[in-house]
């Protein structure tokens, strides 16, 4: 029977900021809990069956799906998780708030009836969600409208990589893109404040390789005064393999980073440096919406080659090109990484709709969509942009 889609099982009221000391100053980080912050949403009474080509306001399709499959992570990066904020009063979602393989499963198939042709897990640290390879089972089931398997992959810190990659790529998994910080064992532990060495995580990467889970693509957040000083060793270590190494502008997402924009350090900057060392040539994109700048290095007998990724969400927006939804935890669907809220999906999945009903509210959703934060952040000044509180990037994912 139906109820109320409003009717939220899951987690409690908001907590309100909490005051945390973050170094030499106080500080408040406004720590809104946007979890409860989404609509359930609306069913028309005239149901539309996908099409396949469902797009926004603005044009984009709809191509790409971010699952969040826990809230919870091994690591602390200041840039995302700040140990200070996420300390160990912090409420993860319970166990019952968390959308299940099935529902999962069930949402994912919606969605690629109206055009999604790739997934990608994540987190929070999506090798902690127990049995991950069983859902990745269900979705390798999964077929895009021209009948092809959706393009199946998943963002990991590389902490369990190497104890799970080879049941991931049984389980239908196609790549990995894996994040690290730094080469240097000192920095990688101060980055992650978890204590993880440098070592495990290639090892991670040397087993996802072993497996076929490629091509890998491993993802550099650059902050400049902190790891500023990886980027040629981690360039010097990955070229001329297969793997593909992106740096990443440090981003505004979230509310409690503390993010600072004299803590960017924009693309093109790392491109000069990595164009002190090494001739780069650029590639063309890839895929359309694809958010990395590609750059191959000019290969020799004596050089060998390898490609690049730039991320420059801060400096050159792509939201033009934006084609990804985002799934929270607890099943959420945010449009925008930089969103303040969301649609409560899981309120129709435990509310006993039909696929048709679900399937017809997201495309009305998605048609609705006008988000495109970051290229209005980028065109005024910063005083003068006020946005509301955002969501943190652990609990709807990277
Ligand atoms: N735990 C997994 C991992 O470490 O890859 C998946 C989740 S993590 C939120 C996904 C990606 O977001 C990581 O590559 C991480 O470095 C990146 N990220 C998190 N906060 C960021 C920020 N403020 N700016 C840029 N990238 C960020």
């Given at each position: 029977m139906r109820q109320n889609p409003s009717d939220d099982a899951g987690i409690g009221a908001a907590h309100p900021g909490?005051?945390?000391?973050?170094?030499?100053?106080?500080?408040?980080?406004?720590?809104?809990?946007?979890?409860?912050?989404?609509?359930?949403?609306?069913?028309?009474?005239?149901?539309?069956?996908?099409?396949?080509?469902v797009v926004d306001s603005l044009g984009r399709p709809l191509r790409d799906l971010r699952i969040s499959v826990t809230d919870r992570c091994n690591f602390r990066c200041s840039y995302c998780?700040?140990?200070?904020?996420?300390?160990?009063?912090?409420?993860?979602?319970?166990?019952?708030?968390?959308?299940?393989?099935?529902?999962?499963?069930?949402?994912?198939?919606?969605?690629?009836?109206?055009?999604?042709?790739?997934?990608?897990?994540?987190?929070?640290?999506?090798?902690?969600?127990?049995?991950?390879?069983?859902?990745?089972?269900?979705?390798?089931?999964?077929?895009?409208?021209?009948?092809?398997?959706?393009?199946?992959?998943?963002?990991?810190?590389?902490?369990?990589?190497?104890r799970k990659a080879q049941a991931l790529r049984d389980a239908g998994l196609q790549r990995v893109t894996v994040s690290l910080d730094a080469l240097d064992d000192a920095i990688f532990r101060r980055m992650n404040d978890a204590d993880f060495p440098v070592a495990a995580v290639l090892e991670g990467i040397e087993a996802a390789a072993r497996v076929g889970l490629g091509p890998i693509k491993v993802n550099m957040v650059v902050k400049r005064g902190t790891n500023e000083d990886q980027i040629l060793p981690m360039a010097r270590h990955f070229r001329g393999t297969p793997v593909i190494l992106r740096f990443i502008e440090y981003?505004?997402?979230?509310?409690?980073?503390?993010?600072?924009?004299?803590?960017?350090?924009?693309?093109?900057?790392?491109?000069?440096?990595?164009?002190?060392?090494?001739?780069?040539?650029?590639?063309?994109?890839?895929?359309?919406?694809?958010?990395?700048?590609?750059?191959?290095?000019?290969?020799?007998?004596?050089?060998?080659?390898?490609?690049?990724?730039?991320?420059?969400?801060?400096?050159?927006?792509?939201?033009?090109?934006?084609?990804?939804?985002?799934?929270?935890?607890?099943?959420?669907l945010f449009l925008c990484l930089f969103a303040s809220r969301g649609h409560d999906l899981r309120a129709l999945l435990r509310g006993g709709y039909a696929d048709a009903e679900i399937a017809s509210a997201l495309g009305l959703i998605w048609n609705g969509r006008t988000d495109r934060y970051s290229e209005l952040r980028g065109a005024r000044p910063e005083e003068d942009f006020e946005v509301a509180p955002r969501v943190e990037m652990h609990y709807i994912g990277g």
């Open positions: 909490r005051r945390h000391n973050i170094g030499m100053a106080d500080k408040v980080i406004p720590l809104a809990d946007h979890r409860a912050l989404a609509a359930p949403p609306i069913v028309p009474p005239t149901l539309v069956a996908p099409s396949g080509r998780m700040p140990r200070e904020v996420f300390d160990k009063d912090h409420r993860f979602l319970p166990h019952a708030a968390l959308l299940t393989f099935e529902e999962i499963t069930r949402v994912a198939r919606l969605f690629a009836a109206h055009g999604v042709r790739k997934i990608r897990l994540t987190g929070g640290e999506p090798l902690l969600r127990k049995n991950l390879e069983v859902l990745v089972s269900m979705l390798a089931e999964l077929r895009t409208t021209d009948g092809q398997p959706l393009d199946l992959t998943l963002t990991t810190n590389g902490s369990l990589l190497a981003m505004d997402v979230g509310a409690t980073n503390g993010w600072r924009m004299d803590e960017v350090l924009p693309s093109a900057e790392v491109v000069r440096r990595l164009a002190d060392e090494f001739a780069l040539e650029p590639l063309a994109a890839s895929a359309p919406g694809e958010t990395a700048q590609r750059w191959r290095y000019a290969a020799s007998a004596a050089a060998p080659g390898g490609e690049i990724g730039l991320i420059s969400s801060v400096t050159q927006a792509f939201c033009r090109d934006c084609n990804r939804a985002r799934l929270s935890t607890e099943g959420k």
